[in-house]
């Protein structure tokens, strides 16, 4: 048996890594499960481990594997889409349009609006560039756009640098959401959006960068992830 708090981190560990492909850090564990400091973290893995329920890979940084469920697990409901990379070739056009495809179903034109930082912030959110095409699929309601990536602050949520990120239009996040935030009204950013009491901080998926904080009035969110687009070539 799994006591509330093990079955409440072993089922976040498991969305997680379903979702973004990675484990969570020990502080969005903390955060989730709303324990004051990681030790407790640090408890509750012990604890599944010793139970069957993970393992911990050596030698890697935040590595952790789901090797079984409780009985009672049910998977995330049908409606909410995991993030994971998806491969689509990107290409020139015009405005958002539904476009046809001859070998499947259409596709949907997204403006690519210049680049983004996973990394050092750069200048705020160019001008529509070009525009590439992206499967309805990935995307939800309302107005899309996409970005190039620059840097590698989100490697350990699955975003390399090149990649495209799809961004859903918004000014509002949920904390844990990958966003793009827009510090000074000048300096543009993917990051992990949390809350530190009455402050935002943006949070990298990378132990190299450290978490920025801001005050409320200095950040702005452009939008959130909802897609993730690498070419190889």
Known sequence: MLTKKQHELLMFIQERMKEAGVPPSFDEMKDALDLKSKSGIHRLITALE??????????????LEVIKLPDS?????????????????????RAPEMVANDTGPAMTEVPVMGRIAAGTPISAIQENTH???????????????????KGDSMIEAGILDGDTVVIQRGDTATPGDIVVALVDHEEATLKRFRRKGDSIALEAANPAYETRIFGPDRVAVQGKLVGLIRSYH
């Open 50 to 63: 010793e139970r069957g329920f993970i393992r911990r890979l050596p030698n890697r940084a935040r590595a």
């Open 131 to 149: 525009t590439i095409a992206v499967s309805p699929d990935m995307l939800g309601r309302g107005e899309h756009y996409a970005l190039e990536v």
């Open 73 to 93: 697990y049910q998977p995330s409901p049908a409606g909410r889409r995991p993030f994971e990379p998806s491969v689509v070739e990107g290409g020139l056009g």
